[in-house]
């Protein structure tokens, strides 16, 4: 069986992976110069660059089927956030799983004592919920806002924690993403690690990628079109030149899967600019820096080369500042206020603008109710399948679970 998989992210990386195991012959079309989609890392002067900030789950149950963990060399982040709120800085340690720290953190002023009870009931329920995607979380869909205030979580540690701290994960502080989103990943941090590969996140991909010979993988080669024969989809039109094959798996993001196919998709987009500093050294902890601040300019920071060394030459370091909208800023502009607001934090630190990535389609807009009305891998066309994280949610793990059931599918 002859497959074409249409873009080569996450979802159309791990479709491709699956269908060679089962034994079918796959080409993989790619627009861009490499594999990856939004997962990719670049490198420049010896500073390792994710294009946009991202982390990996270990707890993550279906990527896990797809990676070598070992082989990814993971590292991770300290458990909990430092928040920073009328330009301080407090610790909020995780009770679940650094319950020395606890004492310390009932000092800082952003939970109450009710705030770290409910935290753990939550985590505790959650970590129960047999779900491997947010899709499958089988709760009533409000918004992640509603279903905090429901389990009695306190206004101000809403404010001082969840809007920017999922602000970070949903790329949006609006907290209206669906609650089944916000249950689906509260477990993943409360059940396992959070960490990056240490030498990026681009690893993930190359990482799938390797189990692809050679030449099944075309990159520089957009599809224009799909070749239709009848009512059936029967290849596809790339780079100028028509290839036929038995099924086509379209696996770009949800408006150019819309375009090519013609099949409804998702609507509306959340994403980030991420901001590259060179830093003279903030400090040496791993924990993401949250910006509790009505007026955030920068929501979440990390000095990412404490997480992994690797993400700057020997002895310097790198500072990641991720702002939620601001694309129409000149890079300068995007620069001079990340480092105006960065600095009140670590008056002491320098920091040197490296390079910045504009990201407006980050994910896929998850309003509550989304997940049940999402778009099949199968399509009603013979030949079309569909896959990409819009087919589940919005993740790593989201997007490699739409590849393995588009495999499925086209195999059954
Ligand atoms: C800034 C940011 C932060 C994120 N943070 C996290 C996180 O911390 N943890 C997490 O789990 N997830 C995170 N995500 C989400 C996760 O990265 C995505 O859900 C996932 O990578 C999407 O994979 P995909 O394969 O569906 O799509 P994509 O990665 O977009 O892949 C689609 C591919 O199709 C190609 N393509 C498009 N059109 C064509 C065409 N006509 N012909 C050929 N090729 C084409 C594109 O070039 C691209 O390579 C984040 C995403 C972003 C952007």
Redesign the pocket.
């Known amino acids: 069986m002859r497959v074409i998989v249409?873009?080569?992210?996450?979802?159309?990386l791990t479709c491709a992976k699956v269908l060679r195991e089962r034994g079918a012959e796959v080409s993989l079309?790619?627009?861009?110069d490499g594999v990856g989609?939004?997962?990719r890392t670049d490198e420049k002067d010896g500073f390792l660059l994710d294009r946009?900030?991202?982390?990996?789950f270990t707890s993550y149950p279906v990527s896990r089927r797809h990676l070598d963990l070992d082989a990814l060399d993971l590292r991770g982040f300290d458990p909990g956030a430092i928040v920073v709120e009328e330009r301080k800085r407090s610790v909020l340690a995780d009770p679940l799983r650094d319950p020395k720290a606890l004492v310390p953190s009932l000092l800082s002023n952003a939970a109450t004592f009710g705030d770290k009870l409910n935290t753990m009931r939550v985590a505790a329920r959650a970590a129960a919920d047999p779900s491997t995607s947010a899709g499958e979380v089988d709760v009533e869909d409000t918004s992640t806002l509603d279903c905090l205030r429901g389990n009695g979580f306190s206004e101000r540690f809403i404010q001082s924690f969840f809007r920017p701290f999922y602000g970070g994960?949903f790329?949006s502080r609006s907290l209206y993403t669906s609650s089944r989103m916000f249950r689906f990943t509260f477990k993943m941090l409360a059940t396992g690690r959070t960490v990056i590969p240490a030498r990026g996140m681009g690893e993930i991909s190359s990482q799938l990628a390797s189990h692809l010979p050679d030449n099944a993988l075309h990159l520089e080669?957009?599809?224009e079109e799909l070749l239709r024969d009848g009512d059936r989809v029967a290849g596809v039109r790339a780079a100028g030149r028509e290839r036929e094959a038995d099924a086509v798996v379209v696996?770009?993001?949800a408006p150019?899967a819309g375009k090519?196919t013609g099949e409804p998709v998702p609507e509306g987009a959340v994403?980030?600019v991420?901001l590259y500093y060179e830093t003279s050294g903030v400090d040496r902890g791993r924990k993401i820096i949250i910006n509790a601040e009505d007026d955030a300019f920068v929501n979440n920071a990390v000095q990412i080369s404490n997480v992994s060394e690797r993400y700057a030459p020997p002895g310097r370091h790198l500072f990641g500042a991720v702002v939620l909208g601001g694309y129409d800023l000149a890079d300068e502009e995007l620069f001079r206020r990340g480092i105006e607001e960065v600095s009140r934090w670590y008056p002491d630190a320098d920091f040197r603008p490296l390079a910045l990535y504009r990201?407006p389609y980050?994910?896929f807009a998850q309003p509550p109710g989304v997940h049940a009305a999402l778009p099949a891998n199968r399509t009603a066309t013979p030949g079309l399948f569909l896959a990409?994280?819009y087919t589940e949610d919005?993740?790593?793990?989201?997007?490699m679970l739409?590849g393995e059931k588009a495999a499925l599918e086209v195999l059954r």
Not at 6 to 12: E, S, T
Not at 29 to 32: D, L, P
Not at 52 to 56: D, H, I, L, S
């Open positions: 249409v873009g080569a992210g996450l979802a159309g079309f790619e627009a861009s989609g939004r997962v946009g900030f991202q982390v990996y994960v790329l080669s957009l599809v696996a770009t993001e150019e090519l994403g980030e991420c990201i980050g994910q990409g994280e919005a993740s790593i793990n989201g997007s739409s």
